[in-house]
C-alpha cells in the first residue's frame, strides 16, 4: 500500500495547530497512517511541570492503542516549531525526528503488527525519510519478553 506523504504531512502539520505548548513554545504535529487507509495524529501536550510534557508522536501512539489499535503502522509524519499566523507549526531547516521515547514508544506499536513504517520528518525545504529501525537500530521490543 503506499501512502500519500504530502497528505500526511498535511495530517500532522494539522494537528499541530491543536498542541498545547504553553512552555516551550514548540509546536509539534505527528500523523500516523496504517495498512487500512486510516490516519491518527496527535500534538505534543505540555505541563507546568515542565518534565511531564507528553510529546506528539506519543500521544497519536496513546490514543490509536486505547482505541484498540496494535499493529498496521506504515508511515509516520512529525511536524515541529513556532506556530505561524495559521497556528500551524512552521518547521525549520532542521527536520524534527521523534525523540528517543517516541522512538521505543512507535517501536512498541511497529513490533507487535511486524512493520517497519517510513518515518517522514518535515524541515523547511526538506523531508527527512528514515526507516523506524534506523532510527532505532537493534531495538527493545515486545518479541524480546517472548
Ligand atoms: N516534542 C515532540 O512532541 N516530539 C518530539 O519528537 C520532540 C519534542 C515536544 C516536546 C515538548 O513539548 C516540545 O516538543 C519541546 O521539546
Same mark, same amino acid.
Given at each position: 500500500?503506499?501512502?500519500? &506523504?504530502?497528505?500526511?504531512?498535511?495530517?500532522?502539520?494539522?494537528?499541530?495547530?491543536?498542541?498545547?505548548?504553553?512552555?516551550? $513554545?514548540?509546536?509539534?504535529?505527528?500523523?500516523?497512517?496504517?495498512?487500512?487507509?486510516?490516519?491518527?495524529?496527535?500534538?505534543?501536550?505540555?505541563?507546568?511541570?515542565?518534565?511531564?510534557?507528553?510529546?506528539?508522536?506519543?500521544?497519536?501512539?496513546? &490514543? @490509536?492503542?486505547?482505541?484498540?489499535?496494535? $499493529?498496521? #503502522?506504515?508511515?509516520?509524519?512529525?511536524?515541529?516549531?513556532?506556530?505561524?499566523?495559521? =497556528?500551524?507549526?512552521?518547521?525549520?531547516?532542521?527536520?524534527?525526528?521523534?525523540? =528517543?521515547?517516541?522512538? &521505543? @514508544?512507535?517501536?512498541?506499536?511497529? &513490533?507487535? $503488527?511486524?512493520?517497519?513504517?517510513?518515518?517522514?520528518?518535515?524541515?523547511?525545504?526538506? @523531508? #527527512?525519510?528514515?526507516?523506524?529501525?534506523?532510527?532505532?537500530?537493534?531495538?527493545?521490543?515486545?518479541?524480546?519478553?517472548?
Amino acid at each position: 500500500m503506499t501512502i500519500d &506523504q504530502a497528505a500526511l504531512i498535511a495530517a500532522a502539520r494539522e494537528a499541530s495547530t491543536r498542541a498545547y505548548a504553553p512552555y516551550s $513554545g514548540f509546536h509539534v504535529g505527528a500523523a500516523l497512517a496504517f495498512a487500512d487507509g486510516s490516519v491518527a495524529t496527535g500534538a505534543n501536550v505540555e505541563n507546568a511541570s515542565y518534565g511531564l510534557a507528553l510529546c506528539a508522536e506519543t500521544s497519536a501512539v496513546a &490514543q @490509536v492503542m486505547n482505541a484498540g489499535v496494535r $499493529g498496521g #503502522l506504515l508511515a509516520v509524519a512529525v511536524i515541529g516549531g513556532t506556530p505561524g499566523e495559521d =497556528g500551524a507549526a512552521t518547521p525549520g531547516a532542521a527536520p524534527v525526528t521523534p525523540c =528517543g521515547r517516541c522512538r &521505543q @514508544v512507535l517501536n512498541e506499536l511497529a &513490533q507487535l $503488527g511486524g512493520t517497519d513504517p517510513v518515518i517522514w520528518c518535515v524541515g523547511e525545504r526538506s @523531508v #527527512l525519510e528514515l526507516r523506524l529501525s534506523a532510527l532505532l537500530p537493534h531495538a527493545f521490543g515486545p518479541a524480546n519478553l517472548g
